[in-house]
T-cell receptor, first 115, second 120 residues
Framework: AQSVAQPEDQVNVAEGNPLTVKCTYS??????LFWYVQYPNRGLQFLLK??????LVKGSYGFEAEFNKSQTSFHLKKPSALVSDSALYFC?????????????FGTGTRLTVIP | DTAVSQTPKYLVTQMGNDKSIKCEQN?????MYWYKQDSKKFLKIMFS???????INETVPNRFSPKSPDKAHLNLHINSLELGDSAVYFC???????????????????FGPGTRLTVL
């Protein structure tokens, strides 16, 4: 069974400070991992993904995430937060090698960047 | 140049009614999805279609019936609406890859803006 955990419902960070949004996953085999962002009253937007290769993945808007297999984590990071980064962030996983196409989403983390 | 569009954006209706939500994508993708996001923002897959064929049907009441007239469209019809159906419904699409004769995908999904359904 596949699952994703985002342990923090809310993350607050001051503008200009580094931010981290945590994600851990559980799959039987190897994972495909994704981060999406949802702005108010909008659909989800893709930020970045890990399929294979380098553990550090760079994505849109200056975000990056590090795949850590031993810790089964895929934390989202950004060196310097902007107020415009305030949104709801979702981590998602699907398992490599399964026929299913569906993503399992975490419960979301609301990021608030304080000016 | 909207990639994934949904209509209507808002839908308010009475219990027991039947309603449909339409979704269209102009990205040339072959896989489309319906998700339900509840009031706590939890997002759950409902259906997935690849090339107009149903490939995922999660535990969803059979009052929900997806219909895919072509690869670019995946509509969601809901019969006998209940209060618990109130949620935001998102359509999404992605490009699948055929591996060993099966459609699988690790490509990112593109989401529509959502349809907020309120059942009174």
């Amino acid at each position: 069974a596949q699952s994703v955990a985002q342990p923090e419902d809310q993350v607050n960070v001051a503008e200009g400070n580094p931010l981290t949004v945590k994600c851990t996953y559980s799959v039987s085999g190897n994972p495909y991992l994704f981060w999406y962002v949802q702005y108010p009253n909008r659909g989800l937007q893709f930020l970045l993904k890990y399929i294979t290769g380098d553990n550090l993945v760079k994505g849109s808007y200056g975000f990056e995430a590090e795949f850590n297999k031993s810790q089964t984590s895929f934390h989202l990071k950004k060196p310097s937060a902007l107020v415009s980064d305030s949104a709801l962030y979702f981590c998602a996983v699907r398992e490599i090698g399964t026929g299913a196409n569906n993503l399992f989403f975490g419960t979301g983390t609301r990021l608030t960047v304080i000016p | 140049d909207t990639a994934v569009s949904q209509t209507p954006k808002y839908l308010v209706t009475q219990m027991g009614n039947d309603k449909s939500i339409k979704c269209e994508q102009n990205l040339g993708h072959d896989t489309m999805y319906w998700y339900k996001q509840d009031s706590k923002k939890f997002l759950k897959i409902m259906f997935s279609y690849n090339n107009k064929e149903l490939i995922i049907n999660e535990t969803v009441p059979n009052r929900f019936s997806p219909k895919s007239p072509d690869k670019a469209h995946l509509n969601l019809h809901i019969n006998s609406l209940e209060l618990g159906d109130s949620a935001v419904y998102f359509c999404a699409s992605s490009q699948g890859t055929i591996l060993s004769g099966r459609a699988v995908t690790y490509n990112e999904q593109f989401f529509g803006p959502g349809t907020r359904l309120t059942v009174l």
